[in-house]
């Protein structure tokens, strides 16, 4: 990262608790603005509930998180949720068409979702414009979550938080969400916050990591430092991942 590099989101001194159980400890890091950095690290780490912080579902117990140099507790909810978009591994569709689907988010502030915005996200998402009339159950696992983003999409968000949304889906869908991402990224400069368990996409795909465990980001950096961890714990999980 360049001294240049601002931050899309930065986290200070974060912690994270639900009744007696502590989830996030002294959380302290960021995210590059424009670029896609993955979030790797044993399942219970925290990885989803630092998501649940950024797009505002929950508020740290103590600790600051700031979007784009701005306290996330300053920012109107209906905002924030349009700015830092999230797509989750199992692609939740409402009966109806794909329009009807990706019209959503509008219809929840009470407005049209454009024809040609509708267009314009079905074709990037790599669909052609006719299953715009589809009906939604008909879509395949990939198809769907494809969609899925799409529908995050139409909102433009600065930010787009991808939550394991390849982990069930088969190779050549895989390898085309993938494909879409960096897309994405390329076309809007979308900052891109991704948490997959497949160390090899982390690799490939971000630019930069965060690995985290048991509620701690225990290290930092270019997606490189997946290949020689400095930290022994690290060392073992991707070890362990590579078995
Ligand atoms: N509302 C809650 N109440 C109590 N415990 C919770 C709550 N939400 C999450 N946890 C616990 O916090 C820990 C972190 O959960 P989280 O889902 O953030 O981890 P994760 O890294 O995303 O895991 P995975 O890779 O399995 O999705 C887990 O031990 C989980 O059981």
């Not at 109107?76 to 009807?100: D, F, S, W």
């Not at 689907?101 to 915005?117: D, I």
């Not at 076309?187 to 997959?196: D, E, G």
């Amino acid at each position: 990262m360049t001294k240049d590099t601002k931050a899309a989101i930065q986290f200070s001194h974060v912690n994270y608790q639900s009744g007696d159980t502590k989830i996030l400890h002294d959380i302290t890091g960021w995210f590059p603005k424009n670029r896609i950095t993955t979030l790797v690290g044993p399942s219970g780490a925290g990885k989803t509930t630092l998501f649940r912080l950024c797009n505002g579902l929950i508020s740290p117990d103590s600790g600051e998180i700031y979007i784009d140099d701005q306290k996330i507790s300053s920012y109107n909810p209906v905002e924030l949720r349009r700015k830092v978009g999230i797509a989750l591994q199992t692609a939740v569709m409402v009966p109806g068409t794909v329009r009807k689907n990706m019209a959503l988010p509008f219809e929840l502030q009470g407005k049209e979702l454009p024809e040609e915005t509708a267009e314009e996200m079905i074709k990037l998402v790599g669909l052609d414009k006719s299953y715009l009339d589809r009906d939604a159950k008909d879509l395949s696992g990939g198809q769907r979550q494809k969609v899925s983003i799409a529908r995050t999409l139409v909102m433009k968000p600065e930010i787009l938080l991808l939550d394991e949304i390849t982990s069930s889906l088969d190779r050549v869908s895989q390898q085309e969400i993938e494909e879409l991402i960096v897309r994405i990224n390329h076309t809007y400069q979308t900052t891109i916050m991704w948490i997959t368990h497949n160390l090899k996409q982390a690799l490939s795909i971000g630019e930069y990591t965060w690995v985290m465990m048991d509620g701690e980001l225990v290290e930092t950096g270019e997606s490189s430092l997946l290949k020689d961890p400095q930290n022994k714990r690290v060392q073992t999980f991707v070890k362990g991942e590579a078995e």
